[in-house]
């Protein structure tokens, strides 16, 4: 992706730590633009390196007025207005822009949250072009403080209903502000505003295309690795670590080694039907290490989900190294380098996102392949998916010719069912229960033909003992829950409406089937308040 064709269109979002931000690259780049995000407080270098033709300044929670407010860096405004890069800020981004250009940010008197109406105050042909004074529509505020004083040259061109600033610009200076998150779909024209303003505004080209992103990532791929290095793949199972192989093995050929690694903590029959899809489907060059004795014995005990993810991917590198110092062995060359499916929703809810730190929103959760790597790690990374969405991820494999029945596949965590087990994963039989329930929930799905229609779907074993009434007897057995959402790209998600007659026949089916489990409960929580998995 460091192409001068793409850099020349970059759109570049500068966090500030709203829990919108991530919606904003992912509206671009359905744009067919790229957009990337990084920290708010990155370096001006870190800025003019990518060379970007527009920089969004995101929301936040903060406010101007606090004295750790995050800002951009010294030199920016120059750099932009010398550059001729346009700027746009969104809530606390416009916010900043008023402040830093001399104007005026103050407490408002009556804050605006929620759904609210603004209204067209002037036609300056630019952020609202093709609208005529009076118009009006709904938009998403989430703010407290508002713009009392605009900088020269400067004009408000909408206001709220109550009379709060709404919308600002200074086509001059490339300056432009929105005082509501334009990317959020309760804000219903907010999609039309973005395209206006990159493509008509900015005449940002919608050139980007996921094959560039393949040639691209081949490149980097191969100027990266040396012609006599050999490289190890970490194969899950999963669309994410099944594409980036596919692709690595297109960059570099057999000197791709694939391993697949069956921790212990893998669904019914996996290894097994993982195992075939590789060998028949994707012809990869894949070796099995069973290392499931390995990882339980290390678990045993550990109830804090962190440290649980962070044992999980120590044994995975020492088995990775292990392996490597078999394919010395092999021929006479160490693999000095490890290919991960990680992809940019892992990247960000792990902090830092690329570029930067993120110092101005919350680690939600480390994920094994990028917070609970160990920090003596003797591979060196190859993470070509690691700017992707999930969605992106799956065109991409369609192009690298991955059959489209495995791309379909659900998310699997790297942790596997240790994080569908809240506390001990050893406790007693309850991985065995867990794989049992999952297949049937599973299969149910299937059959039902909705499997498609949902994102991920899971089972959840319970740390608690219910009272239930079984064979006429009294039972005091494990209580299960069921997990399926829908999304676009694991940032945020809802939860998934089944008919009652599925939930019904599912949850006798696994009371009746799987022994010790006398209570099934639903999940009925969306993303936020809560992660899609428990831990």
């Not at 920290?39 to 903060?62: A, F």
């Not at 087990?421 to 999952?438: S, W, Y």
């Not at 991920?456 to 003992?465: C, I, N």
Request: charged fraction near 25%; glycine fraction near 8%.
């Amino acid at each position: 992706m460091e192409s001068q064709t793409v850099k020349s269109n970059i759109v570049l979002i500068l966090d500030y730590g709203s829990q919108y931000t991530h919606l904003i690259t992912r509206r671009i780049r359905s744009l067919s633009i790229f957009s990337l995000c990084i920290s708010g407080t990155s370096s001006l270098k870190s800025i003019t390196d990518l060379n970007p033709s527009v920089i969004i300044l995101s929301g936040g929670p903060h406010s101007v007025h606090s004295p750790d407010a995050p800002s951009f860096p010294d030199g920016f405004v120059e750099y932009v207005e010398k550059n001729g890069v346009f700027v746009l800020g969104i809530c606390y981004g416009l916010q900043l822009i008023v402040q830093k250009l001399g104007g005026e940010v103050a407490i408002g008197e009556k804050q605006e949250y929620g759904r609210m109406v603004i209204e067209v105050v002037k036609d300056c042909g630019g952020l609202f072009g093709g609208k005529n004074i009076g118009d009006k529509q709904v938009v998403w505020m989430s703010h407290g403080d508002e713009a009392v004083k605009l900088p020269h040259g400067f004009e408000v061109v909408a206001r709220s209903e109550q009379g709060a600033v709404a919308a600002v610009e200074n086509p001059n200076k490339r300056f432009y502000g929105l005082q509501y998150h334009p990317e959020v779909t309760h804000s219903p024209e907010g999609m039309e505003t973005l395209r206006h303003f990159l493509l008509n505004i900015c005449g940002v080209e919608a050139g980007w295309k996921m094959k560039d992103v393949m040639e691209e990532e081949i490149k980097v791929i191969r100027s990266m690795v040396g012609p006599q290095e050999h490289v190890i793949c970490a194969l899950s199972g999963g669309v994410d670590s099944t594409v980036a192989a596919t692709l690595v093995h297109k960059a570099i050929g057999d000197r791709l080694h694939c391993v697949f690694v069956d921790n212990g903590l893998l669904r019914y029959k996996e290894q097994e039907r993982v195992m075939e899809t590789f060998e028949r489907d994707l012809h990869l060059p894949v070796t099995c290490v069973d290392a499931s004795v390995q990882f339980l014995s290390e678990l045993k005990g550990v109830t804090d989900p962190e440290k649980k993810r962070k044992i999980i991917g120590k044994e995975f590198i020492a088995i990775f190294d292990a392996f490597a110092n078999g394919l010395q062995k092999k021929f006479g060359r160490k693999p000095t380098y490890l290919v991960q499916g990680t992809l940019y929703p892992d990247v960000i809810e792990s902090c830092p996102p690329p570029g930067s730190g993120r110092t101005h929103s919350h680690t939600i959760k480390s994920h094994h392949n990028v917070g609970g790597l160990p920090k003596d790690m003797k591979l060196k990374l190859i993470e070509p998916l690691k700017l992707l969405f999930k969605d992106e991820v799956r065109e991409l494999g369609k192009i690298l010719d991955v059959p489209v029945s495995f791309l379909k596949r659900h998310p699997f965590p790297g942790p596997g069912l240790a994080v569908r087990i809240p506390g001990d994963v050893t406790q007693g039989n309850a991985l065995d229960i867990l794989r049992q329930v999952d297949e049937i929930f599973i299969q149910a799905i299937k059959d039902a033909g909705i499997y498609d229609e949902i994102w991920q779907a899971f089972a959840v074993f319970l740390p608690v003992k219910t009272t239930g009434v079984q064979g006429d007897q009294r039972t005091h057995s494990n209580a299960v829950a069921l997990r399926a959402v829908t999304s676009q790209d694991g940032m945020t998600a809802d939860w998934y409406y089944f008919e009652h007659k599925f939930l019904d026949d599912v949850s006798r089916k696994i009371c009746n089937s799987v022994r010790g489990v006398n209570r099934v409960c639903l999940d009925i929580t969306s993303k936020p308040p809560s992660t899609i998995e428990w831990e």
